[in-house]
């Protein structure tokens, strides 16, 4: 606690910075050698800047995948053998289940390569190689361009670069600002789309304290599960084949069983998807007044009418088991965020930085002149955005990830297909058969009827009346506050809610039809309104808003010239280094580093299903009988933490030892520091991570895949031991083990 309040005094006398601190930063791996090696080293780390990223040769991030474009995985073994979160395979494995087969309770384990199940849908991409191309990108922009000008200008020249590095490749490549368009970089990526369910432990584990643990520590959850990459046989990427092979990478990523301890260095390598931590004050005040409660209400209202119905009905709950935890993980972040700016006095850290920026600006007539009027333009940018922000939230809230029947209709808005006819209608209508079962599988009819009513009736009270569309204050003074009555008429009269009466429309389309239909009607008047109304009052000011980041980002880092300084996360790959490390989050309380799985035997509840113990997992844990996978004292080590830094995105990510081995999968953020995408915190912030051993005692024990556990390459590390030549060798591979 001492660290802490000295920490807390130092910021207090001297202000806090965006440039990194210790264990800060999401580095970009092609800058490690120039920006991180030697202070890499001097934590722990046993490798090379080339053994952890090269074009030419075999390196870790050859082991590390964008999975789904929504989370990260690594390879662990010769055969493409992919290991991520749980909480990242969800969707695939209850889209796998079924009420007669419910292996998202149940557990599921491939015992060969012919059990693996496909998963349309998914995918594994690895970064071939990543360019600096600042210099080529900003050739083409003049400092007198508009805001709109400018960027039609990097467009230009991105396409020109997409398309220079494609081109008869079987490649995709971006090209992404960083630095608030200060710096552009180019990717070249290598997507794999056969992707295959190995094996998921039960709900009861990978899930184990539900929403009530989410973002907290000390945690107890097995979040963790396993996919197979598969290739053409010409080891290239190819559409789903009973002819395609287990991947053979480029490089995969040894175990090592042995543990860490506290102090123990680490590396998380993956794609963490936003962070804002060169955000102003200005933009703290929207997140405490204006945006982040907006969320929490509308996620809360909907988290409510799908707990009602799945608590009734098992079936609904599987239907809706993984939409249900991707609203409740963000209404938590938003709350713990709004709580965490507030506690962790993010707002004067920010004023500190703008106040010694402008000092700093002030004192040069030169520098009055580049950057004088940076932070006039964000203050300016956001009082007009703030006026239209809940208008926004609506919108993407409320209605695009609303009534899902009603959000359905948005594709076809945007198709057009109001305005084609004859073949092209035809045509149109042929694709979107092909979306219809799927749709339907997980939907059901009267919940979602109950979510249109109560999204509309908080648009309608919530929005201001001058930014209200059209049709929907005019339902609303109809119906006088009888939006249950005027869902269930709109859906009556509406063929986006039932599968059939879709079908039948997509069968014979008629645009005369598709205008009418009630769904599709509100929806397109809440666009047209958006797209005619709202968004030209963000356009300016959303310029505005591009300028000033971008000088304030750049001023930010010529002011502190001597600084390395991190871009923002953009779900690029990033690697962050750091230690295990226990904590303490308050006065009288510490947090271990290590949490066992006595903690799940003390948080038992059979009543919640939060909480609940698989039958086996306490029969080991009555026995004592944990294996190989126990530490030194007997224990089933289960989670531990680090203070590497990560984000959204960086679920699944490999925890990796200085010897590049992986030691955990990391999972999760902890409640303290739930304002680290705008503020880290190194005093407070962890990355919790679901611990190697507990993995392997679930495949071992509980599940008896012995035949995973049989292609990774297991190794221990041995004690570390004086040699004369100054050298070290401290991993062995467990020889019953290794491939």
């Known amino acids: 606690m001492l660290k802490r309040i000295i920490a807390l005094a130092v910021v207090a006398v001297l202000g806090w910075n965006t440039a990194a601190v210790a264990n800060e ?31 030419n040769n075999s390196s870790l991030k050859d082991a590390i995948v964008n999975f789904g474009n929504f989370c990260t995985a690594e390879v662990i073994s010769p055969k493409g053998l992919i290991l991520t979160n ?21 557990g599921f384990w491939a015992y060969s390569m012919d059990e693996e199940i496909p998963s349309p849908g998914l995918s594994a991409t690895f970064l071939v190689r990543m360019d600096d191309v600042t210099e080529r990108v900003l050739a083409a922009v003049t400092p007198d361009m508009t ?8 467009r230009k020249v991105s396409s020109e670069i997409i398309e220079e590095n494609e081109e008869g490749t079987h490649y995709s490549v971006q090209v992404k600002e960083f630095f608030g368009g200060n710096e552009y970089y180019m990717f070249v990526y290598e997507i794999f789309t056969d992707i295959r369910l190995v094996g998921t432990p039960p709900e009861a584990i990978g899930k184990f304290g539900g929403d009530t643990d989410n973002w907290m520590w000390p945690r107890h959850t ?48 993956g794609y963490p998807g936003s962070t804002d931590r060169y955000l102003t004050s200005h933009g703290i005040d929207q997140a405490l007044n204006v945006k982040n409660q907006k969320i929490v209400d509308i996620r809360d209202r909907k988290l409510n009418i799908m707990r009602e119905y799945m608590s009734a009905d098992p079936e609904i709950r599987l239907q809706y088991a993984s939409k249900f935890a991707s609203t409740a993980n963000y209404w938590k972040y938003y709350i713990g965020q709004t709580e965490q700016l507030v506690n962790n006095n993010v707002m004067d850290k920010k004023l500190a930085i703008e106040n010694e920026f402008t000092n700093w600006v002030n004192a040069s007539d ?69 979306e219809v079962p799927g749709f339907f599988k997980d939907y059901n009819r009267n919940l979602d009827r109950d979510l249109l009513a109560a999204m509309m009736e908080m648009f309608y009270h919530d929005v201001p009346e001058d930014q209200m569309p059209p049709l929907l204050a005019d339902i609303g003074k109809k119906w006088d506050g009888k939006w249950d009555k005027w869902a269930e008429k709109a859906f009556k009269k509406s063929f986006f809610d039932t599968e059939e009466e879709l079908m039948e429309f997509l069968n014979d389309p008629n645009p005369k039809k598709l205008v009418k239909d009630p769904l599709y009607a509100l929806m397109n008047d809440i666009f047209s309104n958006y797209m005619g109304s709202i968004r030209p009052l963000r356009s300016e000011p959303g310029a505005l808003l591009d300028k000033g980041n971008r000088l304030f980002i750049r001023g930010l880092r010529e002011m502190n010239s001597d600084t ?17 490390g226990s904590y303490e989050p308050r006065d009288g309380v510490h947090y271990d580093y290590y ?48 203070d590497n830094d990560i984000t959204g995105g960086n679920s699944g990510s490999p925890v990796i030892n200085g010897r590049g081995e992986l030691v955990g999968t990391a999972f999760d953020g902890n409640w303290e520091a739930m304002s680290g995408d705008i503020q880290f915190d190194e005093t407070l912030q962890r990355t919790i991570v679901t611990d190697i051993r507990y993995v392997l005692f679930c495949i071992d024990k509980m599940a008896g895949a012995q035949n995973l556990i049989d292609e990774m390459q297991l190794v221990t590390t041995m004690p570390v031991m004086e040699v004369k030549d100054g050298g070290e060798n401290n991993t062995e591979v467990i020889p019953e083990m290794a491939e």
């Open 86 to 106: 749980h909480h990242c395979g969800y969707g695939a494995i209850q889209s796998h289940s079924t009420e007669e087969n419910n292996i998202l309770e149940n």
């Open 366 to 434: 030169a520098r009055q002149e580049e950057y004088g009027n940076a932070l006039n333009l964000i203050d300016e940018a956001y009082k007009s955005l703030n006026q239209t922000e809940v208008s926004l939230t609506y919108l993407v809230e409320g209605v695009l990830q609303g009534s899902e029947a009603m959000a359905n209709t948005f594709g076809y808005i945007r198709s057009g297909m109001a305005d084609a006819e004859g073949e092209e209608l035809t045509a149109m209508a042929e694709n979107m058969k092909a």
């Open 222 to 269: 097995g979040d963790f599960s396993m996919f197979r990459i598969y290739s053409g046989p010409d080891g290239k990427p190819a559409d789903y084949s009973e002819e395609n092979i287990p991947l053979v990478p480029k490089h995969f990523l040894p175990v090592n069983v042995s543990g860490v301890k506290d102090g123990d260095y680490t590396m998380v390598f």
């Open 564 to 580: 390395k300084y991190y871009p923002n996360a953009n779900f690029t790959m990033r690697m962050t280094y750091g230690k295990v």
């Open 147 to 154: 805001e709109s000008d400018r960027a039609a200008a990097v």
């Open 595 to 642: 949490t066992t799985i006595e903690g799940i035997m003390e948080k038992e509840d059979p009543t919640n299903p939060e909480f609940i113990v698989p039958a086996k997992l306490k029969e080991l844990y009555m026995a004592k009988d944990y294996g190989r996978w126990a530490n030194e004292d007997g224990e089933l080590v289960i989670c531990f933490i680090t």
């Open 25 to 55: 930063g999401m580095w970009l791996p092609m800058l490690i050698k120039r920006l991180n090696e030697r202070d890499m080293q001097k934590m722990g780390l046993q490798l090379t800047a080339e053994e952890l990223y090269s074009v």
